[in-house]
């Protein structure tokens, strides 16, 4: 496993560098051996004396401070020197950074001190000195070491690196593999429902009056289309008769609520029939004939608009008679329907559509879940691939890694 991979390439580092760290170790031991005898040093250091009898007087004051300044300052550096125990190649590169940052210091405090007694050797002086070059001396080791071992370090690193990507890789596809169980889990449940539902709708449409609903649908649609037609005739014969019935409109003898009247028929003649329950569309034919006949209302053929009023009369009493019980007719079956189509199978109805759909937009899912399972184990062959380059790049070793 991955998992066991990162363990292993963990132990194997640590062993490829056992003789650097323990290399190291002993450098640390002698570098804060160094900083102990630089500490002594840096006390006889400030504790010796300039005399006059080596300098003139105008500079006593000034060398002294310095010397004592610089001894003070060694010792602050060197009092305290630690560095971190060497287990791995990150230490050694940590306390060659630490030795380095201390030899700065002390080069620092010498170059901004020393230079005022330096004039005047003395046997502490002398002694920080060599102290110092044992001190550059170790942390040219350290450096040795470093340069012998940074190039398989970073190789080590990179193998390890590739190695977490693998882990991560692995990690995700077991988690896509379980997310897939789950939701085929799910469609199974979904099926399951969907075939509880089929049978119960079933069940409830075998019911006698429930299996005439679609002959009674149908028969309900053939009556609408009958009314539209019927709708359809009634609005012919009266356009049939608009020009004259709108010159009767003009006449001032026309009462306003039958003017009202007469212009809805115009516009709506079938609503106006229906809600006209004294028919005054009578009156109005009747009076329409009488002023055409004492040419009252002047139009290019009379006879003809005096037959098309008869027309228009006989058809108002026999539409009535068709039209009403057809929508009677209508509405009885609708109420048949109505019955039949209880709330309870309209929610199952409704329960099976969801249930569909959820099924559906499930298995998409599935089939993207699928898609990116393929992808991460295309990558995850390809990955290991890179991490066993990568191992047998930094150890030397041929190693095949099982998932």
Not at 274 to 295: F, T, Y
Request: proline share 2%; charged share 35%.
């Amino acid at each position: 496993m991955a998992s066991e991979l990162s363990s292993w390439l963990n132990k194997k580092k640590g062993a490829e560098f056992q003789y650097a760290c323990s290399e190291a170790t002993k450098i640390c031991s002698r570098t804060i051996e160094i900083c102990s005898v630089m500490s002594k040093s840096s006390e006889d250091l400030t504790s010796s004396e300039v005399t006059v009898n080596e300098l003139t007087e105008k500079y006593l004051s000034t060398i002294t401070t310095a010397k004592d300044t610089l001894g003070r300052k060694i010792k602050t550096i060197t009092a305290n020197m630690e560095l971190p125990e060497i287990t791995t190649f990150e230490d050694i590169v940590r306390s060659r950074d630490l030795v380095q940052q201390t030899i700065v210091q002390l080069g620092e405090a010498v170059t901004i001190h020393g230079r005022y007694i330096s004039l005047f050797p003395k046997r502490e002086i002398k002694a920080l000195q060599e102290t110092l070059k044992e001190m550059v001396g170790e942390q040219s080791q350290f450096q040795q070491i470093v340069d012998e071992n940074s190039t398989q370090a970073e190789e080590i690193q990179s193998a390890g690196e590739e190695t977490e990507q693998l882990i991560h890789l692995i990690a995700k596809l077991e988690r896509d593999r379980i997310l897939l169980v789950d939701l085929q889990k799910e469609i199974k449940s979904l099926e399951l429902a969907r075939v509880d539902a089929t049978h119960d709708i079933k069940k409830m449409e075998e019911n006698e009056v429930t299996a005439r609903i679609p002959e009674l649908k149908e028969e309900v649609q053939r009556l609408k289309e009958t009314l539209t037609r019927l709708d359809a005739e009634l609005m012919g014969k009266v356009l049939i008769l608009s020009r004259p019935l709108k010159k009767y409109s003009y006449i001032g003898e026309l009462e306003r609520p039958k003017r009202k009247i007469l212009e809805d028929y115009l516009d709506k003649p079938l609503d106006t029939l229906r809600s006209d329950g004294n028919l005054i569309i009578v009156e109005i034919l009747a009076d329409l004939k009488k002023q055409i006949q004492d040419g009252k209302i002047e139009l290019k053929d009379p006879s003809k608009a005096l037959q098309n009023a008869d027309e228009l009369l006989a058809y108002v009493g026999e539409f009535l008679d068709r039209y009403e019980p057809i929508e009677r007719s209508i509405e009885r079956k609708r109420e048949t329907i109505n019955a039949a189509t209880s709330r309870e199978l309209d929610n199952l109805r409704t329960q099976l559509a969801l249930l569909d759909k959820n099924k559906k937009n499930k298995e998409l899912d599935a089939v993207d879940l699928n898609t990116r399972i393929k992808g991460e184990q295309q990558s995850i062959v390809e990955q290991i691939a890179v991490v066993e380059e990568k191992i047998e790049q930094a150890l030397g070793e041929n190693i095949k890694i099982q998932t």
